[in-house]
């Protein structure tokens, strides 16, 4: 079974960007369709961004659409997600996960990282 690992959560103010990586190892990455959740404290995790398994076709949550780009990179087994004018809302922890088909829903996801924190700051 793959394993994914978040790196480039950081602390940064409101309307500004950050940029998360996910990097898959275990499996063949491109039989895996890529989502990324996050967590707000007191808070379930919820459904942010979702790339097909060539990234023909994205999906986003309507709070981040506009905002958020997901893209992937079949040649490195990595994900990404660009987050742009960013928002003190959108502090959480942001996880990654690998799963066999298009679904929002976390529990569709086998795979999962640790998680990386992001924290935006008004």
């Known amino acids: 079974q793959v394993q994914v690992v978040e790196s480039g959560g950081g602390l940064v103010q409101a309307g500004g960007s950050l940029r998360l990586s996910c990097t898959a190892s275990?499996?063949?990455?491109?039989?895996?369709?890529m989502g990324w959740f996050r967590q707000a404290p007191g808070k379930e995790r919820e459904f942010v961004a979702l790339?097909?398994?060539?990234?023909?076709?994205?999906y986003y949550a309507d709070s981040v659409k506009g905002r958020f780009t997901i893209s992937r990179d079949n040649a490195k087994n990595t994900v990404y997600l660009q987050m742009n004018r960013l928002k003190p809302e959108d502090t959480a922890v942001y996880y990654c996960?690998?799963?066999?088909?298009?679904?929002?829903?976390?529990?569709?996801?086998?795979?999962w990282g640790r998680g990386t924190q992001v924290t935006v700051s008004s």
């Open positions: 790339i097909s398994w060539r990234g023909g076709s994205t």
């Open positions: 275990g499996g063949t990455f491109s039989s895996y369709v």
């Open positions: 996960a690998a799963g066999l088909d298009i679904s929002t829903h976390h529990a569709d996801f086998g795979s």
